[in-house]
């Protein structure tokens, strides 16, 4: 399934209705949870790849809006009617936000999806099939790329003890990567192309069984933002169950659709790392970590906010240099094309037949071939013509060419009129 195009246009009224009739059978399998707050159009790119996803699946979609003022439910809900929009009048944070989802999913596996996430047309029946294999997993997680294709680190960690965020923080992780001791943290002795226990699985993507989190409780609503997810796979660990790693490839922004360089942003991640300390860490007469904690945190996140202001990435369409080689249907390259002169943009298009059976998979050598002419900083993909699989497969080995001509991701769809990147979208100009 995923290494097929979708050449008939593969709209959400072919799948609709086999999601409907799974639901009516009464067993759910899996429910997906995704808590959205003013990322509309990230949103609706990542809710096109689930619909794919679990097609032909037992499986409920539910998604939390924190009081979005950019318009989320008004235009998403009637464009996805199998999915259950859940509607906060205030902005109840990740955590609250999951659970007052969870207390109505009806699946036997829950998972939770961050909205600036697009997963592959296989993922979700195969997460589900390694824990139907594996009673003893609570939590399961995959393999997170960036939009360059690189590989995010977050996919796997290991509990962040006092020792191990110790040597995170003063760089020692970084220095021996390789080391069970000191590079524990990001746990990156582990080949990333095999599945793997691991200790800390990323709410970005965060498969659970269900009749676990009955068991140890739902995400601890102390936490606001960040740090639930670590919270959690640790309450797992500690009540017997064995968190796991799979080498199945999602496309993660990493939150590159939110403003991380803001000091609210540091603030926050360094004080739910702070609630975690306390809570699991701090007890028994050793308080007096609390305040060396304190004291590396506040070191540490100021000189991270301080690098964060220096490397802030610049807006796409003030770029002189940027350029994007378009793949997709002649249909799909006009509209790119009309973005990119709204925009002030530069694109080249290369385009297919979807009719033809030969232009039914990626052109590589055309590709090739156009970056031995022109560097291109972007590389734009047809989502109704191509399957989720092999973009996230192309972009992936992108970033393993050691040409350095490498291109970040972009994805258009004919069907959403809206060019999508990791920390830009372009809406196709109304006539």
């Known amino acids: 399934m995923g290494d097929r195009g979708w050449t008939d246009g593969y709209s959400l009224a072919l799948y609709t209705p086999l999601i409907r009739s799974c639901n009516e059978i009464g067993f759910m399998k899996l429910t997906i949870v995704i808590v959205n707050y003013n990322v509309k159009e990230y949103l609706r790119q990542c809710l096109h790849s689930v619909g794919r996803a679990i097609s032909g699946m037992n499986a409920e979609v539910m998604v939390v809006d924190n009081a979005s003022t950019d318009g989320s439910v008004e235009e998403l809900s009637p464009l996805f009617p199998w999915v259950r929009f859940i509607v906060s009048k205030e902005n109840l944070g990740f955590a609250r936000g999951n659970n007052l989802a969870i207390h109505e999913a009806r699946g036997e596996y829950v998972l939770l999806l961050n909205p600036d996430t697009v997963v592959g047309e296989e993922v979700l029946k195969e997460c589900v099939s390694f824990l139907d294999a594996h009673a003893d997993a609570g939590a399961l997680g995959v393999k997170m790329l960036k939009a360059n294709g690189s590989f995010a680190w977050e996919s796997r960690r290991g509990v962040p003890t006092p020792f191990t965020s110790f040597c ?29 226990r691991i200790e800390i699985v990323s709410g970005a993507f965060m498969m659970l069984r269900r009749s676990a989190l ?100 610049r807006v796409l369409a003030d770029s002189d240099r940027f350029r994007m080689l378009v793949i997709g249907s002649h249909e799909m390259c006009g509209e790119v094309q009309s973005v990119c002169h709204a925009n002030n943009m530069q694109c080249l298009c290369i385009p297919l037949n979807p009719h033809d059976e030969e232009e039914r998979t990626l052109p590589l050598k055309q590709i090739a071939e156009e970056k031995q002419k022109a560097s291109y900083g972007y590389i734009v993909f047809d989502t109704e013509l191509f399957s989720y699989s092999e973009i996230l497969a192309f972009i992936r080995r992108e970033h393993l060419r050691k040409d350095r001509k490498r291109m970040r991701l972009g994805l258009y769809s004919v069907w959403s009129k809206t060019l999508v990147f990791a920390s830009s979208t372009f809406s196709l100009p109304q006539k």
């Open 168 to 196: 995170k923080m003063i760089g020692l992780c970084t220095l021996f990567p390789k080391s069970h001791l000191m590079g524990h943290y990001y746990m990156r002795y582990l080949d990333e192309n095999e599945p793997a």
């Open 214 to 313: 009955e068991e140890i409780g739902l995400l601890d609503e102390t936490f606001f933002m960040y740090g639930e997810d670590i919270d959690l796979s640790y309450r797992l660990l500690k009540a017997g169950y064995s968190n796991y790693y799979l080498p199945l490839s999602i496309i993660h922004y990493k939150g590159e659709s939110t403003q991380k360089t803001s000091f609210r942003y540091v603030q926050n991640f360094y004080n739910a790392m702070l609630i975690f300390y306390n809570k699991h860490f701090c007890g028994n007469g050793r308080r007096w970590l609390t305040w060396l904690i304190r004291l590396g945190i506040f070191l540490r996140g100021g000189l991270e906010y301080l690098l964060r202001q220096m490397a802030r990435p």
